[in-house]
């Protein structure tokens, strides 16, 4: 029996920027609401804080919310829906203000209005930034902004260990208390998951170690399919090894990409002509998935610069002087320094692409209304539909706000309209039934490490979903994870069995959920027969194929088997799919992100 | 693999429920150039002792989760490198001061208590909505402020501050500096709202002006330049107290 449990009117589970944003707006919205907020990490160490470079939204005169759409909606290769990129770009600037008057430290120009900075694959300027901070400082705003609403009741270190769903309704969530290890039930008529990602999937990423997509894997177990999991982006410039970011901001600063002959290669893929430079929508300011894939291209023609940790190009920041290196990039300053032992006010540092984001996740629509009743979900465990095949930079901090808001008001809705307690008496046994496996798991005597089962995850992604896919290697990956599910369920062995603070537990229960998220990823990349963003093959399905698939995927859970896949239209409302081209070609065409 | 270099890790540790005191347990392990103190406890833990209990996310100094005590120097893990602590070995313990919950993990209930306390948020003379448009500020009003905002909330410099080693109700350095960073800012009229907490005896006067606590901040925040820079505003405050009849209430 579950002892302990929480009723509140809505359960949010993630304290990064979504979950946070969407607890301010129901806080706003009801302000008699009881909002549960459930974090395995204290808030400010989620992940949102490792973002650098900017948030996207319209502020200059010379720009227009249709060039923040026609960009987006290019750069996701036409896989976006574009209804909610109208209604996306349309509310990024007026997040980015409210931001700015929660007291969140935006980057000013001279006579103090905020500034914006180039990014990739955009226009012009609209990225807001602090810094190379943005992440750190929107988080930070965002959490202290919550400590204002007495009606938002954190639970700290407390893990989701599944969702609670009665009658074909989300009502609640059961959470392991990580200090105890103790089951706790929350119940509420609306749950919003703002889990964030999957990144962990892969070895080389640079995502934080809590990124293991348990919140889809939750839904998707609960019967929500996945979208677009295929689309998995690789960040162009990453430190070898660890994979920690090197901001976009970098290029969008003026920073260039050099390979083994000091040639700044981008110009021999579609992005060039290199001068002038900085200009937007060229060379290095193209957008991440064409980047990535110049590497590997370059790579295959061994002309990255090798280095300890493999492969490199070089990003060369010293023209810019030190004076703007230190103002705009502090933290890669101190991250080149300490970490690559690179100092780039002098020297160039070496970065390879690693993977970044989460293109796909749970379904949701403008509201962050996911196919469940009571369940919603933002940020980047949600796919709305505005980042397609491939997300531009400075997009995804501008989403959790746009969509956590959207989620935290229309939960808020629904919580006021369902009321409390109505699957009281079956919420209970469904807490009590979810924490079953988890509990037996500290009771396996026979099972392999943590560590095998994830490094042998990890070998797969790598190998066989990586920046370019075929086939016969897709075939491999979903035969791999079809195996690694297996493996895992006969069992984990922990070396430690006791409650207080078991991480080693945790991570074995985030691994069987980032194994199923692997495996809809791996199934869905199999059955897109064409390349689209970033999902690029080197087979017989190169080019894109709107005739077949100018869709999204949708993977159904099927429990220990693989995945049943089917595809849904795209939401075109004004874009008709064009060519994407940056560089010359985009110019040639009058830079409208033809 | 023939000729790694090792290195001996003297880790703490203590379960609350089996272990009377805390002990050091030491763990040899391989490392190379750029293997981080972190990366050393999650080798131990994927591959000689997954009960090792510590608490990590980022990787890249910025979360704030990894906070711990590197040779008796509070120090976030994954900031610091094996190479620097060769030939060995090298102690790693839980951030002093605080209590420890197991092994790595401390307690961090009373750090985050003392946050919501101070009201570290922005508290707007009128309210503003985004219609209005963003405030104005110059980069020079911004100066005032910027370096105490890039406090990570680590807890470092608790670790390192004796006066919170011995008084656990003083405020202390990152919540003081959290509290300047908020009335420093030109977008703010929240200062009379905080008055109570930083002019309490646990609050600025409560430092004595050790100044360790800047000197392990990873971020540059100076905390300890935050609570003196403070200091004169407090003694203005208490004066203009004694000369007011209701005592102490209002804007000097």
Redesign the interface.
Same mark, same amino acid.
């Not at chain 1, 001279?110 to 905020?114: E, F, H, K, L, S």
């Given at each position: 029996m579950t002892e302990r449990s929480v009723d509140s009117d809505l359960v949010i589970v993630g304290g990064g920027g979504a979950g946070l944003r969407a607890a301010i707006a129901a806080a706003e919205a009801d302000p008699g609401l009881r909002i549960a907020l459930l974090s395995k990490?204290?808030p400010?160490?989620?992940?949102t804080?490792?973002a650098e470079g900017g948030a996207a939204g319209v502020a200059r005169a010379d720009d227009s919310l249709a060039g923040h759409f026609t960009d987006t909606v290019a750069g996701g290769d036409w896989l976006c829906d574009q209804d909610v990129v109208e209604r996306f770009v349309a509310a990024c600037p007026?997040e980015?203000? #409210?931001l700015? =008057?929660?007291?969140c430290?935006?980057s000013?120009q %001279? !006579?103090? #209005?905020?500034q914006v900075r180039f990014f990739g694959g955009m226009t012009t300027q609209r990225s807001w930034y602090a810094a190379d901070?943005t992440g750190?400082?929107l988080l930070?705003t965002l959490f =202290?902004?919550t400590? #204002?609403y007495p009606g938002i009741e954190r639970y700290?270190e407390y893990y989701c260990a599944d969702l609670l769903v009665d009658d074909g309704e989300a009502c609640g969530v059961l959470a392991l208390e990580i200090?105890s290890g103790e089951p706790v039930r929350f119940s509420a008529p609306a749950v919003i998951l703002a889990t964030g990602g999957a990144g962990r999937a892969y070895g080389q990423n640079t995502n %934080?170690?809590?990124v293991t997509g348990e919140g889809m894997a939750m839904a998707y177990a609960h019967g929500v399919p996945l979208r677009d999991m295929e689309f998995v982006q690789w960040h162009p410039t990453t430190l070898p090894?660890?994979g920690?970011?090197i901001t976009e901001g970098c290029r969008g600063e003026g920073g260039v990409l050099t390979n083994r002959e000091g040639r700044r290669y981008l110009q021999d893929y579609g992005l060039g002509p290199p001068e002038p430079w900085p200009r937007p929508k060229a060379m290095e300011l193209g957008p991440r998935d064409w980047l990535s894939q110049a590497f590997w291209r370059e790579d295959q023609a061994g002309r990255t610069v090798p280095t300890? =940790?493999g492969a490199a190009v070089q990003l060369d920041l010293r023209q810019l002087g030190e004076a703007r290196i230190l103002e705009r990039l502090p933290?890669i300053t101190?991250?080149a320094r300490?970490?690559a032992?690179v100092d780039p006010l002098h020297a160039p540092i070496p970065v390879r692409p690693a993977v970044h984001y989460t293109m796909g996740g749970i379904p949701t629509d403008a509201e962050g209304a996911a196919p469940l009743a009571g369940l919603f979900a933002a940020g980047e465990c949600a796919s709305t539909g505005i980042h397609g095949a491939n997300r531009l930079g400075s997009n995804s901090l501008a989403e959790l706000l746009v969509f956590g808001r959207a989620a935290g008001e229309a939960a808020a809705r629904r919580a006021r309209e369902a009321g409390r307690r109505r699957h009281a008496r079956a919420a209970a046994q469904l807490a009590e039934a979810a924490a079953r496996p988890a509990l037996a798991m500290l009771r396996n005597e026979r099972g392999e490490?943590? %560590?095998a089962l994830r490094d042998a995850l990890h070998a797969t992604m790598e190998r066989h979903v990586g920046i370019f896919r075929n086939q016969a290697g897709l075939e491999q990956a979903c035969a791999d994870l079809a195996e690694l599910r297996e493996r895992y369920r006969r069992g984990v062995r922990?070396? !430690?069995r006791?409650r207080?603070?078991?991480?080693?537990w945790l991570s074995a229960l985030e691994l069987g959920h980032t194994l199923q998220v692997a495996e809809a990823m791996a199934c869905s990349a199999r059955a897109r027969l064409e390349s689209r963003g970033a999902h690029r093959r080197d087979d017989a399905y190169s080019e894109r194929d709107d005739e077949r698939f100018l869709v999204h995927t949708l993977a159904h859970a099927r429990g220990e088997a693989a995945p049943a896949l089917e595809h849904a239209p795209v939401t075109i409302t004004r874009a008709a799919p064009q060519r994407r081209a940056y560089g010359a070609a985009a110019e040639a065409a009058g830079g409208e992100g033809a | 693999m023939a000729g790694e270099r090792t290195i001996t890790l003297e880790v703490q540790r203590f379960h609350p429920e089996a272990d009377e005191a805390p002990y050091l347990q030491p763990y040899t392990i391989p490392f190379s150039e750029g293997t981080s103190v972190l990366e050393g406890l999650q080798h131990i833990k994927d591959r000689l002792d997954g009960s090792l209990t510590f608490r990590w996310s980022c990787r890249m100094a910025v979360c704030g989760s990894c906070g711990c005590m590197i040779d008796g120097e509070p120090a976030l893990a994954c900031r610091a490198f094996l190479r620097d602590y060769a030939p060995g070995p090298v102690r790693v313990a839980p951030l002093d001061h605080l209590p420890i919950r197991r092994d790595l993990v401390v307690d961090q209930s009373d750090f985050l208590a003392k946050l919501e306390r101070a009201r570290t948020y922005l508290i707007p003379a009128d309210e503003r909505t985004p219609a209005d448009g963003a405030y104005r500020q110059t980069p020079e009003e911004m100066a005032d402020y910027y370096d105490y905002a890039q406090c990570i909330n680590c807890l470092l410099c608790y670790a390192a501050c004796p006066q919170y080693g011995w008084d656990q109700a003083f405020t202390g350095p990152a919540v003081l500096a959290l509290v300047q960073r908020y009335d420093l800012d030109s977008r703010d009229a929240g200062k009379d709202a905080r008055r109570a907490v930083v002019n309490a005896d646990t609050g600025v006067w409560g430092c004595t002006l050790v100044g360790y606590c800047s000197e392990v901040c990873p971020k540059g925040v100076d905390p300890a330049r935050a609570i003196n820079q403070r200091k004169p505003a407090s003694v203005a405050d208490y004066l203009l107290g004694w000369l007011r009849p209701s005592g102490g209430e209002g804007t000097p």
């Open positions: 990490v204290v400010m160490r989620s992940h804080v490792a007026e980015m203000v #409210r700015e =008057q929660w007291g430290p935006w000013r %001279a !006579d103090g #209005r905020p901070k750190f400082h930070h =202290q902004t400590l #204002r700290d200090a %934080a170690g809590i090894g660890s920690i970011l300890a =940790q933290l101190d991250v300490r970490f032992g490490r943590v %560590a922990l070396d !430690d006791s207080i603070y078991n991480t080693e | -």
